[in-house]
Every structure is written in C-alpha cells, then in structure tokens.
C-alpha cells in the first residue's frame, strides 16, 4: 500500500530581533573559551591584551543574559512595535560589548567617548525593555476590555 506522505508547511522565519539575540547568545556561549583561557593561562590572556579578567566575565554573562532576553522578547510579545525592536537590539549588543574595551584597557571608562557611547547604550537598553513591558501590559488591559 502506498501510503501518502502529508507536506509540512515550511516554518515562518524569525523575525530579526530573535535572530539577534540568538547570535549574541552563541557570541556569549562562544566567549565562555576567551574566559576559560583567562581562568586558566593568565599569561595567554595577557598576550592576547586581556588585563581584567573580571571584564571578560561580565562580557561572557551580558552577552548571554541581554542575546537570551532579546530573542524572548519577540517571542513572547509577537509584533513589537519598531521603536521597541531596534533599541533593544542594538541597546543589547552595544551593553554586553561595552565591556570588552573595558577587559583590555580598563582606564578606558574614564574617555569621554567610551562613557557617551556607554550612555547612549544604556538609553537605548532601557527605552527597548521599558518598551516591551509597557507594549506588554497594554495589550493585556486591552484584551480585558
């Protein structure tokens, strides 16, 4: 008996915000080995230009933290509107990263321009998560109505 094989819709893609915060979550995961080597061969991380440690920790751990919040929000609030998508995408690479320079130079914090940048990040972290619970909470009163 031959038997009818039934076709599968293919899957729609992700949306772009999810697909960022994925690849900073695999950044995260892949800058877990760049922390090992700091654990492990202080003299490595040194001549690969590391001087804190503790910096490469913090990248290691925003990284996954901010990429693993990201790809959930448009998962758990579909449809965000543009002015929440993209401060949160960029908000949560240019956090997590802020600490890289940090790993390799730390008086860096001190530059005007790595504390405008640092600002500016924190702004737009804080406007795409304010975003998304204020997108959130909207439409769960709206759907009371």
Do not use: C
Request: no cysteine; aromatic share 6%.
């Amino acid at each position: 008996m031959l038997t009818r094989r039934r076709r599968v819709p293919e899957p729609a893609p992700p949306d772009p915000l999810v697909v960022s915060g994925l690849a900073e979550l695999a950044t995260g995961a892949l800058s877990g080995w760049l922390y090992t080597i700091v654990i492990t061969d202080r003299e490595r991380a040194r001549s690969l230009g590391i001087k804190s440690g503790a910096r490469v920790r913090q990248l290691h751990l925003d990284l996954i933290a901010l990429g693993g919040l990201t790809a959930l929000a448009e998962t758990a609030v579909p449809g965000l509107p543009r002015w929440v998508k993209w401060p949160l995408g960029i908000g949560a690479w240019t956090n997590a990263m802020s600490f890289l320079p940090l790993a390799i130079e730390p008086e860096v914090r001190e530059h005007p321009v790595y504390r405008t940048a640092v600002g500016t990040s924190f702004v737009l972290t804080s406007v795409g998560f304010t975003g998304l619970a204020v997108t959130a909470a909207r439409r769960a009163l709206g759907a009371r109505r």
